[in-house]
């Protein structure tokens, strides 16, 4: 049973461009939702997070958008860079788990020049 | 400071032998988990160790998998009579405290042949 579901699988977008992945979640007990940046070869990065009490964080061309109701969120990247390019997963944790988190299954972003 | 760090960074084993991974997790985090990434695959949760705590084993995917930690230092991940399907990168990261923030670690990429 795949708690978070991701998408697109990949993505393309041409540079100054938006890219837009999203993540869709069931359980009702997550309170902490990050998005991790990973490049080829290394291990996942903290990009942004949110709690479920905000529906919007802005972290310089990152942005968060999270609704409750519908139980999604998304990562909106203003002004796309071919630096940006990378697989991003979505996570989140149970509130009353030890803090292990639940991975989406990861979107590979490619910036075209 | 240092972050995290694992080794080796790169493991070929035949099936049937044992492997042992190593994490180094960053100095004072009393937090500590382990994930394993299939290849085009989201993180999946392995073992949780919070101090000297017994650890949360929910996420090993059979009895071939164990995992140690000494207090709040190192840890080893050891995969007894490995099997095609355990070929993954297996990433360690730790946290400063309980559902705090985690650092990630480079991985170790294991092939079974």
């Known amino acids: 049973q795949q708690q978070v579901k991701q998408s697109p699988q990949s993505l393309i977008v041409q540079k100054g461009g938006i890219s837009i992945i999203n993540c869709a979640y069931e359980?009702?007990?997550?309170?902490?939702f990050p998005w991790y940046q990973q490049f080829p070869g290394k291990g996942p990065a903290l990009l942004i997070a949110?709690?479920?009490?905000?529906s919007e964080k802005k972290e310089g061309r990152f942005t968060i958008s999270f609704n409750k109701s519908a139980k999604q969120f998304s990562l909106h990247i203003m002004d796309s860079q071919p630096g940006d390019s990378a697989t991003y997963f979505c996570a989140a944790r149970d509130g009353g788990s030890q803090g292990n988190l639940i991975f989406g299954k990861g979107t590979k972003l490619s910036v075209k020049p | 400071g240092a972050g995290v760090s694992q080794s080796p960074s790169n493991k070929v084993t035949e099936k049937g032998k044992d492997v042992e991974l190593r994490c180094d997790p960053i100095?004072?985090?009393?937090?500590l988990y382990w994930y394993r990434q299939r290849l085009g695959q989201g993180l999946e949760f392995l073992i949780y160790f919070q101090g000297n705590s017994a650890p949360d084993k929910s996420g090993l995917p059979s009895d071939r998998f164990s995992a140690e930690r000494t207090g709040e230092s190192v840890s080893t991940l050891t995969i007894q009579r490995t099997q095609q399907e355990d070929s993954a990168v297996y990433l360690c990261a730790s946290s400063p405290a309980r559902a705090g923030e985690q650092f990630f670690g480079p991985g170790t990429r294991l092939t079974v042949l």
């Open positions: 100095s004072g985090h009393t937090a």
């Open positions: 359980n009702t007990a997550f309170d902490y």
């Open positions: 949110i709690r479920p009490d905000v």
